[in-house]
């Protein structure tokens, strides 16, 4: 049995640092594990311009300890009103790297987002011209579609045109959730890919409701059957270099969580690297866990791999059941759980 592993220092290419006293206690756990992380735009208000996210990223380095090497990349938040000009000066700056669409209603801060495919045609059409990365949350919004469903019809009824109507234009489907998402990306070219998060790599939908409710496992896209969470790991093992790391780590306070209409994220920056680890093992896939965490996501944004490497052992350990957050405390994923791989 293998004990240890030494991988190339990661990517996190999609994560919520959110802003103000919570970077303090969110961005050290991240820049621990990864070189980069590809920070997402949902803040209130969001960041929309390259120059908002010059700020948000000087604010974040802020909060970086100084023992470590950490580079946010930064992603603008599209909207119905992105001017086409922003695309340039995305395709310019040395720090953004993406535009991330939300469909408007899919999710936490995501009224800004866009509220028709066809209102942003220009943009997406700038986009590929200037090889910008579209990054797509992808969930139909409508109220009244099953809420397992939702993923699946937005693969049919926009991915499938945007793929159509832009042939060239680099996007990621995050966090996906279903097997018809990982099929649309491996079927379409090398210009799309999917990055896949840990918590639907280690639980499915039944897992929400094992004793109880439990709404640490509580996330959008929400957790989906076994078959799905089958098919994402075949996906992530599969070698394949469209599929990549992207924890969508999502901090929320623990009394926003726990409530009558609790917050959809789910937490997971103090421990990701060991938490793919376990879904990697669990398929005798460990070989696999370098390309997938430290070279595929790197190769689609055009960087370099990081320099410096992490080494995992084989050590069953226990994470802390809660971090301090900003005057409060987030609750992770990993709550009441072991590991049985560790970075050291
Ligand atoms: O569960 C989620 N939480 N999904 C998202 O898309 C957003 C995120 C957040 O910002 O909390
Ligand atoms: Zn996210």
């Known amino acids: 049995m293998q004990d240890s592993i030494i991988l190339g220092r990661p990517d996190d290419f999609h994560v919520h640092l959110r802003d103000g006293a919570a970077l303090a206690a969110v961005v050290p756990l ?8 590809l920070v997402m735009p949902n803040l209130k208000p969001p960041v929309t311009t390259v120059s908002m996210a010059a700020d948000y990223r000087e604010r974040i380095l802020r909060s970086v300890p100084t023992d470590l090497q950490f580079s946010p990349l930064m992603a603008l938040y599209l909207t119905d009103a992105t001017p086409v000009d922003e695309v340039a000066r995305v395709a310019e700056s040395d720090f953004a790297h993406a535009f991330k669409y939300y469909p408007a209603g899919a999710t936490t801060n995501s009224d800004s987002g866009v509220t028709a495919l066809a209102k942003v045609y220009p943009v997406l059409e700038a ?13 139909v919004t409508d109220p009244t579609t099953d809420v397992f469903d939702r993923e699946a019809l937005f ?5 499938q045109h945007i793929a159509r109507d832009f042939p060239a234009l680099k996007m990621v489907v995050e966090h996906i959730t279903t097997l018809e998402a990982a099929e649309f990306v491996a079927a379409s070219g090398a210009n799309i890919a999917a990055t896949i998060t840990p918590q639907h790599l280690l639980y499915n939908r039944t897992s929400i409701f094992t004793g109880g409710i439990r709404p640490h496992l509580y996330c959008l896209p929400i957790l989906k059957r076994e078959k799905h969470r089958q098919a994402l790991l075949q996906a992530a093992t599969s070698g394949s270099a469209k599929f990549f790391l992207g924890t969508d780590s999502a901090p929320h306070a623990k009394n926003n ?6 917050a959809a994220g789910c937490f997971t920056s103090h421990a ?23 070279r595929f996501g790197a190769a689609f944004y055009g ?22 957050f ?5 609750v992770p994923l990993t709550v009441g759980r072991n590991l049985s791989w560790r970075m050291v």
């Open 30 to 37: 991240t820049a621990r594990q990864f070189g980069r992380a």
């Open 127 to 139: 986009m590929q011209r200037h090889g910008v990365v579209l990054c797509v949350h992808g969930e």
């Open 155 to 159: 693969v049919e009824g926009s991915l």
């Open 257 to 262: 969580k726990e409530a009558c209409c609790g």
């Open 272 to 294: 990701a690297i060991e938490l793919y680890a376990e879904a990697f093992d669990s398929v005798a896939a460990m070989n696999k866990l370098d390309d997938f965490a430290s």
């Open 303 to 324: 960087l370099p791999r990081n320099v410096g490497q992490v080494t995992l052992k084989r050590e069953s350990w226990t994470p802390p059941n809660e971090f301090a």
């Open 326 to 330: 900003a005057g409060e405390t987030i």
